[in-house]
Nanobody, 115 residues
Framework: QVQLVESGGGLVQAGGSLRLSCAASGSIFSINAMRWFRQAPGKQREWVAAIASGGTTNYADSVKGRFTISRDKVKNTMYLQMNSLKPEDTGVYYC?????????WGQGTQVTVSS
């Protein structure tokens, strides 16, 4: 089983930047890919970005060119660098790990972008 803990959220003005971290522990050798999701108030959780074990990355169109996902396997940590933030980026950000047994989720970290 994999445990995930997010950090790095906060309040930022539009146009600003934040870097989220997701620290993984437990059966990290079983992780195939990792993803970031977010959930705005009153909306469904949506996929933001993904990184495969080999390093291939993918992004939702809404964040492409502004967000960068990365992973440090030595530190067992995934990151989401968020630049040029917009008020519509506001929400709780969750990290997710895909393993053969099950998907694991973190508890989430709040990101609020003021206009």
């Amino acid at each position: 089983q994999v445990q995930l803990v997010e950090s790095g959220g906060g309040l930022v003005q539009a146009g600003g930047s934040l870097r989220l971290s997701c620290a993984a522990s437990g059966s990290i050798f079983s992780i195939n890919a990792m993803r970031w999701f977010r959930q705005a108030p009153g909306k469904q959780r949506e996929w933001v970005a993904a990184i495969a074990s080999g390093g291939t990355t993918n992004y939702a169109d809404s964040v492409k060119g502004r967000f960068t996902i990365s992973r440090d396997k030595v530190k067992n940590t995934m990151y989401l660098q968020m630049n040029s933030l917009k008020p519509e980026d506001t929400g709780v950000y969750y990290c997710n790990a895909i393993t053969p047994m099950k998907n694991s989720w973190g508890q989430g970290t709040q990101v609020t972008v003021s206009s």
